[in-house]
């Protein structure tokens, strides 16, 4: 059982920014692939931002050039870097560990409110 625990949401303006955090409760550096996916009530959980053992980063066209993904493997933590905030932002973001042999662990989520 991999634990995640994610911090760091809570209520910011558009064009804000806002920093997730996600500590694991194993070696990241030994995890094939892990990433943030965001869900609201009226969309399924979409993946936005992952990062493989090697480093490659990807990101889904809705936040390239917003959002970077990046991990601190001395602190066992995953973060999500989110500027220009927009109000479509809008969700609850779960942190994600992909292991070889096909276990995945989910976070319990941190909600991130863009509005006025």
């Known amino acids: 059982q991999v634990t995640l625990v994610e911090s760091g949401g809570g209520l910011v303006q558009p064009g804000g920014s806002l920093t997730l955090s996600c500590e694991v409760s194993?070696?990241?550096?030994?995890?094939?692939?892990m990433g943030w996916h965001r869900q609201t009530p009226e969309k399924q959980r979409e993946l936005i931002a992952g990062?493989?053992?090697?480093?490659?980063?990807r990101y889904a066209d809705s936040v390239k050039g917003r959002f970077t993904i990046s991990r601190d493997t001395a602190k066992n933590t995953l973060y999500l870097q989110m500027s220009d905030l927009k109000p479509e932002d809008t969700a609850v973001y779960y942190c994600?560990?992909?292991?070889?042999?096909?276990?995945?662990?989910w976070g319990q989520g941190t909600q991130v409110t863009v509005s006025s």
């Open positions: 994600n560990a992909f292991q070889i042999g096909g276990s995945i662990y």
């Open positions: 194993a070696d990241i550096s030994s995890i094939h692939i």
């Open positions: 990062i493989t053992g090697g480093g490659q980063k």
